[in-house]
């Protein structure tokens, strides 16, 4: 494992030639800042939204690597006071979908900071967050010693087509993409790194119904206290050191975790579907992207009898999906 996390910091530094900077505002950092960390290509539709809803959840910075958009996502990125703006057209694939980048950023501006990383549809919750700042949370992770939380990436989609209500800049996903799956999660322990490996919800019913095990991973651990030693080994899955993703209980007590409200299914979803096969920058072939293709095709629809409609953090913690431990 430590020859595994070595590798893992060479190849950052190595892929790290390939980021050209266009809005360095590094030194606007201050002490205690809490950072975003993120990769995205072609998300401008989103990004008004995404920014304001991390701001009011009290990030203090954004490092962002824009991997060669072509919608106006890095001018508008640019212009935004808060973020630190690195481009390349480098492969995505061949930075092992983009970890090998936010690696080399992270150990460089996030040392001794906690570091979420998120995707530009993903949208970050825990328990409280609807009335404390993520910094409180920061805070009592401090006091009780604990350098990582968890996170389970919970698939929101609408009622109805994916495509039947177009999705406007600025607007909160969740407005279009409000439901979820309230059971079909599988979980088994990964005995290599010690972390939970999660799968289930409408990706494993709807476009690996056939074969759930190879559904995506819904398990991550997006924020970290980071330390300049630390890798990710697969996108926000695994980390090295490995006692990092021991973000549960193993006694059988409720540790706090969050969720990762995983807005991806809206109106533009099949066209990036298409977009992604043809590219092929994603894990095992875009094996991922090939079975999203087929079936949005045909039937574009994830909603079904089971889906449960979001409310609030509240109603993910009676459901068993998240858990306030015995932070009160």
Not at 21 to 46: C, H, K, M, N, Q
Not at 97 to 119: E, I, K, M
Not at 212 to 223: D, G, R
Not at 269 to 278: M, R, S
Request: contains cysteine; proline residues 5%.
């Amino acid at each position: 494992m430590r020859l595994r996390r070595k590798r893992a910091k060479v190849r950052a530094f190595r892929k790290h030639f390939s980021l050209r900077p266009v809005a360095d505002r590094t030194g606007d950092i201050r002490p205690g800042d809490v950072l975003l960390f993120s990769t995205l290509r072609d998300e401008y539709v989103r990004l008004p939204y995404f920014l304001q809803y991390y701001r009011d959840l009290g990030i203090g910075h954004f490092l962002i690597v824009d991997n060669d958009s072509s919608d106006g996502g890095t001018d508008y990125l640019a212009r935004q006071p808060d973020v630190s703006l690195w481009t390349t057209k480098a492969s995505y694939k061949r930075a092992r979908f983009g970890v090998d980048w936010l690696n080399w950023l992270q150990g460089r501006y996030g040392h001794g900071h906690w570091t979420l990383v998120v995707d530009p549809d993903e949208f970050f919750i825990y328990p409280f967050c609807d009335t404390r700042p993520i910094r409180a949370l920061t805070d009592w992770l401090d006091s009780s010693a604990v350098r990582s939380f968890g996170a389970m990436l919970l698939d929101m989609y609408p009622k109805g087509r994916i495509d039947a209500a177009p999705y406007r800049a600025g607007q909160d996903p969740l407005e279009i993409a409000a439901w979820f799956d309230p059971g079909n999660y599988m979980i088994r322990k990964n005995r290599l790194y010690g972390n939970l490996w999660i799968q289930g919800g409408p990706r494993a019913r709807v476009f690996f119904a056939d074969n759930p095990k190879k559904a995506p991973a819904l398990n991550k651990t997006p924020l970290v206290r980071w330390d300049r030693r630390y890798a990710y080994d697969s996108s926000t899955h695994m980390l090295l050191p490995r006692g990092l993703n021991l973000t549960y209980d193993e006694w059988g007590g409720e540790r706090a975790s969050g969720i990762l409200l995983h807005a991806k299914f809206l109106d533009r979803f099949t066209a990036k579907a298409e977009e992604e096969l043809i590219r092929r920058q994603h894990y095992a072939g875009s094996v991922e992207y090939r079975a999203y293709a087929a079936h949005a095709r045909d039937n574009p629809e994830l909603w079904c009898k089971w889906s449960e409609k979001y409310i609030n953090w509240r109603q993910l913690e009676i459901l068993g999906l998240m858990s306030k431990g015995n932070w009160a």
